[in-house]
């Protein structure tokens, strides 16, 4: 069972950057694509990013590209979002799951962290 815990959320002026990281106390970790979701309040949960188990391979939703970038360390079991350039719309509780590559649907997803706050002040 992989058991996730977020981490680095917090409060930030626009224009700012903040990196969350996610650590999986599960061995089997590397062999998990990850993924990265947010959730505002009274919206749906909503796709971010996702790596590949190796990292070779990223996909982001239009509105982080070129401004956040998802990584991962497979000896640590963790994973990674640095985010740049936060806009007020960024603001959100962010999680890591871990699901298949080429999927944006969260229902896809498993494996849920707590979530952690992030919030981009104007």
């Known amino acids: 069972q992989l058991q996730l815990v977020e981490s680095g959320g917090g409060l930030v002026q626009a224009g700012g950057s903040l990196r969350l990281s996610c650590t999986s106390s599960?061995?089997?970790?590397?062999?998990?694509?990850m993924g990265w979701f947010r959730q505002a309040p009274g919206k749906e949960r909503e796709f971010v990013a996702v790596i590949s188990w190796s990292g070779d391979s990223t996909d982001y939703t239009d509105s982080v590209k070129g401004r956040f970038t998802i990584s991962r360390d497979n000896a640590k079991n963790t994973l990674y979002l640095q985010m740049n350039s936060l806009k007020p719309e960024d603001t959100a509780v962010y999680y890591c799951?871990?699901?298949?590559?080429?999927?944006?649907?969260?229902?896809?997803?498993?494996?849920w962290g707590q979530g952690t706050q992030v919030t981009v002040s104007s």
């Open positions: 599960g061995r089997s970790f590397s062999s998990y694509t």
């Open positions: 799951a871990r699901g298949p590559f080429g999927y944006r649907d969260y229902r896809r997803f498993g494996s």
